[in-house]
């Protein structure tokens, strides 16, 4: 790629990541701020809606008396985070809400900064970075409307990223210890990170796993003796609701959903949630058949770790029935890491990435529609995820000479 387009890129990323991520409007952040203040009271009967949103009603103008009173417009949205993270923010709780868009907005763009640096480093084990590679790869990151999405929501999703696959990467580097500790970090936040962990036990490295589920549980234990039963009971339960629930919403880039949206007149410009035994069956077989397609491969043949963890992490992503478009960002090291670790002939291979990498980046939101091609824009990004599971997937079954190739870079 030429320097110049590499820059050309980078103005691209940045212009797409103004228009999208400023101002923030941290709309799911001030949402946990509202729950934090319910610790902060010692109130915790209506962090969460209720199985199958029993309570949402009485739950909304709870938490929209409360948004209020911190100086917010009052449109709360659910909190799908456990109990500990609020409670854990409690002691800031009572500060205005536009004080944690301002801290947290910040801290956002450092994160955003830090996760290019980190791309970076792991491109930097293949070759060298000259400024124009550099400039790609903040590319890469700025002009990633998940990266965007997730920034303008004041969502924790790049700060889970930087913590996983730094971790990842220090494994890589011989510093296996980091790896259990940011893997059970990432994956107490969100409950389907620890996929990353089965590359880990075909290679047999029952320790280090060993190692994660005990920091994960110790989490765990923690929370409990602190908050107790009865809030982790009604976040439990609001999981299995969340777990057996279908909507279209174009936010939710699961296969599921797709599928959603090119055979239903389900609503894709807002929420529309719904429980349909059929559909909930439909999901569970789509989620069986790409797990199944994921285990095929390590059965076959093993991968580096930066390529095994990117593989579950898109599985993860297609299997579950609400994947959030800004969970996307997960699976932007391993876009850099094939890209520069590709078999010769590079550039098909090359395209395919670049192709997965525009349908997930591209902020395609002013196409989305109710009806016809909107409905199957707002796909597009499910599209680039399924095609770099599709990618991840040959590697694994390319001629072993290619494969060893690609292993030892």
């Known amino acids: 790629m030429t320097r110049s387009l590499s820059w050309a890129l980078l103005i691209l990323a940045g212009a797409q990541f103004l228009a999208v991520a400023l101002p923030p409007g941290n709309a799911d952040l001030i949402s946990i701020q509202s729950l934090a203040l319910d610790f902060s009271r010692g109130d915790a009967g209506l962090i969460y809606p209720g199985r199958d949103f029993d309570r949402n009603d009485e ?11 911190l100086g ?4 709360p949205n659910w909190c799908f985070y456990p109990p500990l993270i609020p409670f854990l923010l409690s002691p800031l709780a009572k500060s205005g809400a536009e004080t944690w868009r301002i801290v947290w907005g910040i801290m956002q763009l450092g994160l955003a900064a830090l996760y290019a640096l980190l791309i970076r480093r792991l491109v930097m084990r293949v070759c060298p970075c000259r400024a124009s590679d ?28 930087v913590i996983l696959w730094a971790g990842i990467l220090a494994a890589e580097r011989r510093r296996s210890w980091w790896r259990p500790i940011a893997v059970a970090a990432a994956s107490f936040v969100k409950p389907f990170l620890p996929l990353v962990e089965i590359p880990e036990l075909f290679r047999r490295r029952f320790a280090r796993v060993a190692a994660t589920a005990g920091l994960w549980g110790a989490l765990g234990l923690v929370s409990w003796i602190l908050l107790g039963a009865s809030v982790h009971r009604d976040y439990v339960e609001f999981l299995k609701t969340l777990g057996s629930t279908q909507t279209a919403y174009y936010g939710n880039q699961s296969l599921l959903a797709g599928f959603l949206r090119l055979l239903t007149d389900w609503p894709v410009m807002d929420y529309g949630f719904a429980s349909d035994p059929g559909w909930f069956a439909a999901g569970r077989l789509l989620a069986l058949i790409v797990l199944a397609a994921a285990l095929c491969t390590e059965l076959h043949r093993r ?15 297609l299997a579950l029935p609400i994947s959030w478009e800004h969970h996307l960002l997960l699976l932007l090291p391993v876009i850099a890491w094939r890209w520069v670790t590709a078999p010769a002939p590079r550039i098909g291979s090359r395209a395919l ?41 040959g590697d694994r079954f390319r001629p072993a000479a290619d494969a060893t190739r690609s292993a030892s870079v």
């Open 72 to 75: 917010d417009k009052g449109e």
């Open 353 to 393: 990435l670049a192709a997965a990498a525009i349908l997930m980046g591209v902020c395609w939101l002013p196409w989305y529609g109710a009806h016809g091609s909107g409905r199957l824009i707002a796909c597009f990004p499910l599209a680039g995820n399924l095609l770099l599971f599709g990618r991840l997937i």
């Open 134 to 161: 550099t400039a790609l790869i903040f590319a890469l990151v700025l002009g990633s409307y998940p990266v965007a999405r997730a920034i303008q929501l004041g969502q924790t999703s790049l700060l889970i990223a």
């Open 59 to 69: 739950w909304i103008a709870h938490h929209a008396k409360n948004l209020l009173a």
């Open 303 to 317: 991968a580096d770790g930066i390529a095994a963890a990117g593989l579950w992490l898109s599985v993860a992503l």
